[in-house]
């Protein structure tokens, strides 16, 4: 297919979908495959690229919705997709409390009895829950999809406010970030003391910015502006990233070995989205469009076809990472987590994961399929996160 | 059966049923790796060349405290003083419990000025973590509040030890322990701080079913805490001379 500014980017399904296996593998704890995602060696990890190209998919999809069928069917469609994610989220919520009432249940060690006050909101269920329903009790792991959630339900706006001019969109939400880095203000939530691990105030702004570079391509602008000086730039701030965050991973596990700049860089925040993790994720940003073009051949390849299905059925494979994540570590404590026994988790995991992208991906297909009187080929699967 | 094949099917029974001892010291054996101690605390060291009395402040949350295991004296602490004394016998030692159950580490940086400096130790443990992961404290408060204990103690040349959480089968699924094991591990290579890695090594117990409190009685979990606080206290103090040497 010859790449015209409408046919399906093939490189955002393929990326997001290599995301999501890398978040997989990272919410395992003390997976040895996690030495070798993203976290590893970029300052950042999986949850830009979820974050960043889910803005983009967004404003390429409704965007383009917005201009061929106005305002009210477009924040419509958006407000049915902001719906689906909140449905997955409860329904994860309700796989954690099982999880915690059985385990708090049947817990029996009295070394940790003082301390096990993870399940203190099972003494006020009523709270608890209406908490979870309002997006403010964001149990571990389930921190992600009230950011995305937040966003679609901004994105309306936003989608107008681009629509107008650009800088409507930018000039807040860049000045928003700056004043969330400078002085530090946190969203409080669920229970007292918690906060809002993905601060929807620092992270709108790489949804927002992503959104905005969706927008230019929507326009017609499928070119990188200034390609002659941001190439070098990138290049170089991503190279230093990589070797300063790898040096620290080797330091990690081999103590002589220096972590450069450790001492005046470390901890590099990711709750506010530090600039450290931000400029760095965004030179990979400009590296991978300047370098891997839409037409790339292993985009087509059968080895990236599991990726990609996995990248187009994003949401349920999402939540399907943070089960099987969850699954695989309960395992891995329960029977012990040799390397051999955790390679193992990490190829079970990943095979469900790709046989269901490709299940979910046969569903839509055969929901797409015109009745059978009238054969034809199926039509253009749309585009990106929208059905 | 010869002679010399009964003869050691007794000695065997005599080391397993007749001496906990030896029993116990075996129960706590760990892979060299989780021993390894490379950083060194100079002003403890000179108080045991000096063979002056040593003070040790062991602050901590509900596993400092011990109440698991029934009585002070079977809490880590104790036992460590106790394993101490063994290996500096020559030295007085005494292991001050502050533990508090259920304290965040910035709460606990709080109760450094009235809980630790007033007994005027030489060398503090401090044993956190816990209830930060539990609560679910930012990492990056739970990280500057860790580096605000660390500098208040070293400023008064005072040595410092961590110790990081606890391992359990049961809890690993549902405490995200993994952002806060970092940042202590991180925050200690920085400042050169010896981290005492109880998780790991309590989890390499736990896989050599040395304890799993699933399959013990009710009334037998007390002695089973008490016997893992017991390795705790042997384990540390191995660890603790290995760091003066």
């Given at each position: 297919m010859p790449a015209s500014p409408t046919s399906r980017d093939l490189r955002l399904d393929f990326f997001r979908g290599l995301a999501l296996i890398f978040i997989f593998i990272d919410h395992i704890p003390e997976n040895i495959l996690s030495y070798f995602t993203l976290e590893a060696f970029g300052f950042f990890d999986a949850?830009?690229?979820?974050?960043?190209?889910?803005?983009?998919?967004a404003a390429l999809v409704y965007g383009r919705r917005l201009v061929e069928k106005g305002v009210i069917y477009a924040t419509a469609q958006v407000l049915?997709?902001?719906?689906?994610?909140?449905?997955?989220?409860?329904?994860?919520?309700?796989i954690f409390i099982a999880e915690v009432s059985y385990t708090v249940t049947t817990f029996n060690n009295p070394m940790y009895n003082e301390e096990m006050r993870v399940a203190d909101f099972l003494d006020e269920p009523h709270v608890a829950v209406i908490q979870a329903l309002l997006l403010q009790f964001q149990p571990t792991f389930l921190d992600i999809l009230p950011l995305y959630i937040l966003m679609l339900v901004i994105f309306p706006v936003v989608l107008?406010?681009?629509?107008?001019?650009?800088?409507?969109?930018?000039?807040?939400?860049a000045a928003l970030y700056i004043v969330v880095q400078i002085f530090g203000i946190v969203v409080p939530a669920y229970p007292e003391g918690h906060v809002w691990y993905f601060n929807p105030l620092a992270w709108q702004f790489l949804f927002v910015s992503a959104a905005l570079l969706g927008h230019a391509r929507i326009r017609g602008q499928t070119r990188l502006p200034f390609a002659r000086v941001l190439y070098p730039a990138a290049a170089v701030i991503f190279a230093a990233a990589f070797?300063?965050?790898?040096?620290?991973?080797?330091?990690?596990?081999?103590?002589?070995?220096?972590?450069?700049?450790?001492?005046?860089?470390?901890p590099i925040n990711k709750n506010n989205l530090s600039p450290l993790r931000l400029v760095p994720f965004y030179a990979l940003v400009v590296l991978v469009a300047l370098r891997v073009p839409r037409e790339a051949q292993f985009l087509q390849s059968t080895a990236a076809r599991p990726f990609v299905l996995c990248g187009q059925q994003s949401l349920e494979i999402f939540c399907l990472g943070i089960i099987l994540s969850v699954l695989a570590h309960f395992i891995l404590t329960e029977y012990g987590g040799g390397v051999w026994m955790q390679l193992a988790a990490n190829a079970a995991g990943?095979?469900?994961?790709?046989?269901?992208?490709?299940?979910?991906?046969?569903?839509?297909?055969?929901d797409r399929m015109p009745p059978l009187r009238t054969v034809a080929a199926p039509g253009r699967p749309s585009d990106g996160i929208a059905k | 059966m010869t002679r010399g094949a009964l003869l050691s099917a007794a000695v065997l029974v005599a080391l397993v049923v007749g001496s906990p001892a030896v029993h116990a010291e075996h129960e706590c054996e760990v892979p060299p790796e989780m021993m390894q101690v490379s950083a060194k605390l100079p002003h403890l060291a000179a108080r045991l060349r000096a063979h002056e009395p040593v003070n040790i402040v062991a602050i901590g949350g509900a596993s400092t405290t011990g109440t698991a295991a029934g009585s002070p004296d079977l809490a880590y602490p104790h036992r460590l003083q106790v394993a101490l004394t063994k290996l500096f016998p020559d030295v007085p030692i005494t292991v001050v419990n502050k533990g508090v159950p259920r304290q965040s580490t910035r709460q606990m940086v709080g109760r450094f000025a009235t809980d630790v400096i007033p007994e005027d130790p030489i060398l503090v443990i401090w044993e956190t973590g816990i209830s930060d992961a539990v609560r679910g404290i930012e990492v990056d408060d739970f990280t500057s509040a860790l580096q605000a204990g660390i500098d208040e103690v070293k400023n008064r040349s005072i040595d410092i030890v961590l110790v990081d959480m606890?391992?359990?089968?049961?809890?690993?699924?549902?405490?995200?322990f993994e952002r806060y094991l970092t940042?202590?591990?991180?925050?200690?290579?920085?400042?050169?701080?010896?981290?005492?890695?109880?998780?790991?090594?309590?989890?390499?117990w736990s896989e050599q079913n040395m304890f799993n409190f699933d399959e013990v009685a009710a009334d037998e979990r007390a002695r089973l805490a008490a016997r893992v606080y017991d390795c705790i206290g042997r384990k540390l103090a191995q660890a603790i001379k290995l760091a003066v040497q």
């Open positions: 949850a830009e690229v979820f974050i960043f190209i889910s803005g983009f998919t049915r997709r902001a719906w689906q994610l909140y449905v997955a989220h409860v329904f994860l919520f309700v107008i406010g681009m629509q107008r001019h650009p800088l409507l969109v930018l000039l807040p939400s070797l300063i965050k790898l040096s620290w991973t080797i330091h990690g596990v081999w103590d002589a070995f220096p972590g450069l700049l450790l001492k005046q860089l470390w990943i095979t469900v994961m790709f046989l269901t992208a490709a299940m979910l991906a046969w569903y839509k297909m055969v | 606890q391992f359990s089968r049961s809890t690993a699924t549902v405490i995200d940042a202590v591990h991180g925050v200690a290579d920085l400042d050169g701080v010896y981290v005492f890695p109880r998780y790991e090594i309590m989890r390499y």
